[in-house]
């Protein structure tokens, strides 16, 4: 379990690195050291520090330890200085309610983040609305969190599932075939990744020959792959997400599922590609941010001062979740020299990232009618191995802008209820 504090007392796994890295930033100046009198802005985040989503989740927490760091440097938010507090959810909607109450009532956060579990961060977004502290969910896709369930201090920084479906359904369906087997999650997230895809492969004359359902956590796949095989699509979908997206990938190549169909997906994180054996780093994707984006400005120093935390590791899609999360509460805070949560949601609506937060060659700002990000798709091809860099294990073939992949605000269902 994390314990909430500020920047330096996080979870005993990251704070060793973040302590590191943060000297070797040199963020500290003499405003901070005159600043410690001012009671801080505390911000709460909530993610699944530990289980099937502890890698991305601990970074995602990197990621807006930097952001800390930089926002400090500069005066924080309000000449106060930020206070960082991580509670683990570890992926259970029940202890994300309790860590989430726990740090709106009794640590008594301005903002909060989280979570990367979709179910989760539904459930702590009833909490955050109950409460009426503004609320970014950072890694959380299912649409309905922008969408049927969107609440006014609700904002969110990863695509949505219909977001990524749209990016790279056309291309999997003409490059790939037009029968469609899926092994999904079943949680949300999966559900509604599912019927994304599902739509998109109807609309382009597809048909699905099954769906697997898996459980969260599961680590044998030889039964949901054995009915994928049966089913003889052109491509089997692999929608699992952190270790479960690991262990299906690795009996997929064991199998020998990937030498009689395709096997592709919609999202891929980088902490996947990491963990699993070369064999396995196979097929078409999307990610949800790069680290590769040659004359992209801000890019090579978010990578470099990340590296400098993660003990010489890439950043991820999950640190830039993070530190745009966090960046997105002090920038809206700091332009409106106000903490009230109905004034900066509502200044949020078309609120732009800038260039050193955005890292990414469109334009990216939070869209008024369902407070979703626009935010980019990378879509391309997994590696076997780096060419230049051991971690660049992605070719990035096309950047689609969040505009050209995101349904209409019109069509998300969203009604946004502001306070009387």
Not at 364 to 379: I, K
Request: net charge neutral; hydrophobic share 40%; proline share 5%.
């Amino acid at each position: 379990m994390a314990t909430p504090g500020i920047v330096g007392r996080l979870d005993r796994r990251t704070v060793l690195r973040g302590a590191a890295a943060l000297g070797g930033l040199q963020v500290a100046s003499p405003f901070i050291i005159k600043a410690r009198a001012e009671t801080p802005i505390r911000i709460g985040m909530v993610d699944p520090l530990t289980g099937v989503y502890a890698a991305v989740a601990q970074n995602e927490v990197t990621g807006a330890k930097l952001a800390v760091a930089e926002a400090n440097a500069k005066g924080g938010i309000l000449g106060r200085p930020i206070e960082l507090l991580v509670e683990d959810s570890a992926n259970d909607v029940g202890t994300g309610v309790q860590k989430a109450r726990k740090l709106i009532e009794r640590d008594q956060v301005t903002f909060l983040i989280g979570d990367v579990n979709s179910g989760v961060a539904q459930a702590i977004a009833q909490v955050s609305n109950e409460k009426k502290v503004l609320h970014i969910v950072s890694g959380g896709h299912t649409d309905t969190i922008t969408g049927s369930d969107c609440k006014w201090n609700v904002y969110r920084v990863c695509n949505t599932t219909s977001m990524e479906a749209n990016s790279i359904s056309e291309l999997l369906f003409s490059k790939y075939g037009k029968k469609w087997h899926f092994i999904t999650p079943d949680y949300a997230f999966g559900h509604t990744l599912q019927q994304a895809a599902l739509a998109d492969l109807t609309k382009l004359g597809g048909t699905m020959t099954g769906n697997e359902l898996t459980p969260l956590g599961t680590s044998d796949f030889s039964a949901y792959l054995i009915k994928a095989r049966a089913a003889n699509p052109d491509v089997v979908l692999v929608l699992p997400q952190g270790s479960d997206m690991v262990n299906c990938l690795k009996q997929v190549v064991q199998f020998g599922l990937n030498k009689q169909m395709h096997v592709a997906g919609l999202q891929q994180e980088l902490e996947s590609l990491e963990a699993m054996p070369p064999e396995a780093r196979i097929g078409i994707w999307m990610f949800e941010w790069y680290w590769k984006q040659p004359g992209v400005p801000g890019v090579d120093k978010f990578v470099a001062d990340i590296r400098k935390m993660n003990g010489g590791r890439v950043p991820t899609a999950r640190h830039w979740f993070g530190y745009t999360s966090l960046h997105t509460f002090v920038g809206v805070a700091n332009q409106e020299k106000s903490l009230d949560a109905v004034t900066l949601a509502r200044a949020l609506g078309n609120f732009e990232l800038p260039p050193e937060v955005k890292l990414q060659p469109n334009k990216c700002y939070y869209r008024s009618g369902d407070h979703q990000l626009m935010t980019s798709a990378f879509v391309g091809e997994a590696q076997p191995q780096g060419k230049d860099d051991p971690e660049d294990l992605f070719r990035v073939d096309n950047v689609i802008p969040g505009d050209k992949t995101a349904p209409a605000e019109s069509a998300t269902g969203c009604k946004v209820q502001w306070p009387a």
